[in-house]
């Protein structure tokens, strides 16, 4: 498939698309989920990397299903051995033992779109181990802390989508979207730009080639500013 992930998409695109235009791509995505749902199938890594924006179709994919064999560290990488996912978005109780479940993607969905509201994870660990504690016995960090400009029913939406218990999230990914969208209403027609506090940290996302992940905690570092940005100077 030919595409962006959907950080990257939104990044390039973000002067041109506003919320609503936002919240309709994040719902492709969630159809596609609830689809493989109800086929019996569960994801099992969901993930901001495995979400992609065709072109020039500009449609919402999942991408790889099932988990991809290979030994990757980094919590931002999926994890094989004794625990199968993606360690910043397992829901608590698969690390727990419990099998994977429509539920467990819901968390990690709803961890994928806490990260594109905010640019962070709603916990602060930095080590696999750590990680996987937080999720499961850490409260998450409350949306608007890390970034205000959303409103604050958006925080609440997305607090129930990675509640620690699974009976507590959203029934469905579908669900979870009308919920954000309703959410979302007072600002729907606003350019989605104005809410982009925390797009510093995907640019380097977007263009790096070496070790992206990292630079969704850490943002481009001094070299790739050198390269890419501008100056009066030019």
Not at 34 to 51: C, F, M, Q, T, Y
Not at 68 to 95: R, S, Y
Not at 155 to 162: Q, R
């Given at each position: 498939?030919?595409?962006?992930?959907?950080?990257?998409?939104?990044?390039?695109n973000?002067?041109?698309?506003?919320?609503?235009?936002?919240?309709a791509?994040?719902?492709?995505?969630?159809?596609?989920?609830?689809?493989?749902?109800?086929?019996?199938?569960?994801?099992?890594?969901?993930?901001?990397?495995?979400?992609?924006?065709?072109l020039?179709?500009?449609?919402?994919?999942?991408?790889?299903?099932?988990?991809?064999?290979?030994e990757?560290?980094?919590i931002?990488?999926?994890?094989?051995?004794?625990?199968l996912?993606?360690p910043?978005f397992?829901?608590?109780?698969?690390?727990?033992?419990?099998?994977?479940?429509?539920?467990?993607?819901?968390?990690?969905?709803?961890?994928?779109?806490?990260?594109?509201f905010?640019?962070?994870?709603?916990?602060?660990?930095?080590?696999?181990?750590?990680?996987?504690?937080?999720?499961?016995?850490?409260?998450?960090?409350p949306?608007?802390?890390?970034?205000?400009?959303?409103?604050?029913a958006l925080e609440?939406?997305?607090?129930?989508?990675?509640?620690?218990?699974?009976?507590?999230r959203?029934?469905?990914?579908?669900r979870?979207?009308d919920?954000?969208?309703?959410?979302?209403?007072?600002?729907?027609?606003?350019?989605?730009?104005?809410?982009r506090?925390?797009?510093?940290?995907?640019v380097?996302?977007?263009?790096?080639?070496?070790?992206?992940?990292l630079?969704?905690?850490?943002?481009?570092?001094?070299?790739?500013?050198?390269?890419?940005?501008?100056?009066?100077?030019?």
């Amino acid at each position: 498939v030919s595409g962006l992930e959907v950080y990257q998409y939104l990044l390039v695109n973000k002067e041109n698309l506003n919320v609503k235009d936002v919240v309709a791509l994040l719902r492709q995505f969630a159809k596609g989920l609830d689809a493989a749902h109800e086929a019996g199938v569960v994801h099992r890594d969901i993930k901001p990397s495995n979400l992609i924006v065709t072109l020039p179709q500009r449609v919402g994919k999942i991408m790889d299903f099932g988990i991809a064999k290979g030994e990757m560290e980094n919590i931002f990488k999926t994890q094989c051995g004794p625990i199968l996912g993606t360690p910043a978005f397992m829901a608590p109780e698969v690390i727990q033992g419990a099998p994977p479940s429509p539920a467990s993607d819901i968390y990690a969905f709803g961890m994928a779109l806490y990260k594109l509201f905010t640019r962070d994870l709603p916990f602060t660990a930095t080590s696999t181990a750590g990680i996987l504690v937080d999720h499961i016995h850490k409260k998450p960090i409350p949306l608007r802390k890390r970034n205000p400009a959303w409103p604050p029913a958006l925080e609440s939406v997305l607090a129930n989508a990675i509640a620690k218990k699974p009976a507590a999230r959203p029934f469905t990914a579908c669900r979870l979207m009308d919920e954000i969208e309703e959410a979302l209403s007072s600002v729907a027609e606003k350019p989605f730009a104005e809410f982009r506090a925390f797009w510093r940290a995907f640019v380097a996302k977007a263009f790096h080639p070496y070790r992206p992940e990292l630079h969704y905690m850490r943002g481009p570092g001094p070299a790739w500013r050198a390269k890419h940005t501008r100056t009066d100077r030019e």
